[in-house]
């Protein structure tokens, strides 16, 4: 096991790790630029390091910075959370290069999985159902239009190497798709660097349904059941529940075993998150894989009793799964909030000064957070202040606990998004459990009046 693990990360996801190494034993290392010198992460840590200043491409983005701070303290391994360099396989190879372990998939996994068009050729060759589409990138316009003809109407052009939405066009007409594609490259290549292309069949109604895959270097892999995470805004997930209402136990079951046959197939290690899509008939088709632990990972851990953080970093240190998939049982419902800094309406980023701070608590509450009054929200990071996990010993004993402790929180000095999981929590379509993922655009036009913006 190892002795000490340096956290390249901040906030709530730096503050979860520190907790999961110390009950392991193992000492910790808090990185942090100027502005998050007060943060909890480096309060609770047992040596942090400034690396910079305030902006990310500065301090958290600043490898050579990051790796002297583990060199300093005499870390041993580094754990990259979620976001910022959590994904970025170079940074993976040159942590091991340095000698240090990494605490995640293998770089060549982070690799394979980092480029949409490479994953979904992997994806086919491990067995995953796709939705019809490209193979490859797209030579130009010319070759998606062909293709768009070949799929049917409608379609959606996606980004090779992108996310979040950015670079993705949805058409719904033949001769829109040159047009589409060259809006969408350009997007691509400002976003990230990279204007490849490809295409598939476009959802009407989709569901977002991820599987939670956990695997040791021997060869072994599990999974620990599924999420639903169709509530979300432009890409960005907001409430994520375990288990699914959508599916039925055999639903489950195949999704699962289609998953891990697939893992076992391309030789995955570590901890990660296969991401399908789901039609309106109940068919699922691989969109993406997440080489990290997920934010929304609280919730798959309150409903199998297993510390996934802590099963990271095992493994990441070399021991075998300690269960079978027999052994891994599902019990109750959780569901997550994201406690966002932002107007509640316009979705705006709030930041500034927590003037008053009380958390929710009892039975069945759960809640990790960054902040505490007088603590300050930068404005240069993302905008999540804390994760409110309500569990149940069903769907609706979770959502009453959950409106519940959502009015029991109080965040004063800043706005929140507590009020629009209320409006989530009284919308009829996700008390029903009969939702997808334009249910935050119909919510927003109810309270608007306005017609929906078609957006991928």
């Not at 340096?6 to 193992?26: D, K, M, P, T």
């Not at 790796?67 to 959590?86: K, Q, R, T, V």
């Not at 066009?169 to 976003?191: D, L, Y």
């Not at 929590?425 to 459990?433: H, K, S, T, V």
Request: glycine share 8%; charged share 25%.
């Amino acid at each position: 096991m190892f002795k000490k693990v340096l956290i390249a990360n901040r906030g709530e996801i730096a503050l979860r790790v520190i907790r999961a190494c110390h009950e392991l034993g193992i000492e910790t290392v808090a990185v942090h630029s100027t502005a998050d010198a007060e943060s909890l992460h480096v309060r609770f840590a047992d040596q942090a390091i400034c690396i910079g200043p305030p902006s990310s491409k500065e301090s958290y983005l600043n490898v050579p910075a990051v790796l002297s701070a583990a060199e300093i303290s005499g870390a041993d391994a580094i754990h990259p959370g979620y976001g910022f360099l959590s994904e970025n396989a170079e940074f993976a190879e040159v942590v091991q290069n340095c000698g240090l372990a990494w605490i995640g998939p293998r770089p060549e996994i982070i690799r394979l999985m980092g480029n949409k068009v490479r994953a979904r050729e992997a994806a086919t060759e491990a067995g995953l159902p796709l939705l019809p589409g490209s193979k490859q990138a797209l030579k130009d316009a010319n070759e998606a239009v062909e293709m768009a003809k070949k799929i049917g109407f409608p379609v959606i052009l996606k980004a090779a190497a992108g996310g979040g939405g950015r670079g993705m066009k949805i058409v719904r007409e033949p001769g829109m798709v040159a047009q589409a594609f060259n809006t969408a490259s350009a997007e691509a290549v400002a976003a990230f660097g990279d204007g490849s292309m490809y295409i598939e069949r476009y959802v009407e109604k989709p569901r977002h349904i991820e599987i939670q895959i956990v695997a040791d270097e021997h060869g072994n892999v599990v999974h620990f059941g599924e999420r639903e995470c169709s509530v979300q805004r432009r890409h960005q997930k907001l409430i994520e529940e375990a288990t699914s209402p959508a599916l039925t136990q055999k639903m489950r079951e195949k999704m699962g075993e289609v998953a891990v046959k697939a893992m076992k197939r391309i030789k995955y290690n570590n901890v990660g998150t296969i991401e399908f899509l789901m039609d309106e008939h109940g068919d699922f088709f691989f969109m993406e894989m997440n080489t990290r632990i997920q934010v929304e990972h609280p919730v798959t851990e309150q409903v199998t009793g297993i510390d996934l953080l802590k099963e990271q970093i095992r493994l990441a240190a070399g021991e075998k799964l300690g269960r079978t998939q027999k052994e891994i049982e599902f019990r109750g419902h959780a569901i997550e909030f994201r406690i966002n800094a932002e107007d509640p309406v316009t979705f705006a980023p709030s930041p500034g000064r927590i003037t008053g701070f009380h958390t929710p608590g009892g039975y069945g509450v759960r809640f990790d957070t960054l902040a505490y009054e007088q603590y300050k929200v930068q404005p240069y990071y993302d905008s999540l202040i804390a994760k409110l996990i309500c569990t149940g010993r069903d769907r609706n004993e979770a959502i009453d606990r959950g409106r519940r402790a959502l009015n029991e929180l109080v965040v004063e000095g800043i706005k929140t998004n507590a009020a629009f999981h209320k409006q989530v929590l009284a919308w009829p379509e996700f008390l029903e459990g009969n939702y997808d993922t334009r249910i935050v655009e119909r919510i927003q036009q109810h309270a608007s009046r306005k017609p929906i913006e078609e957006t991928p």
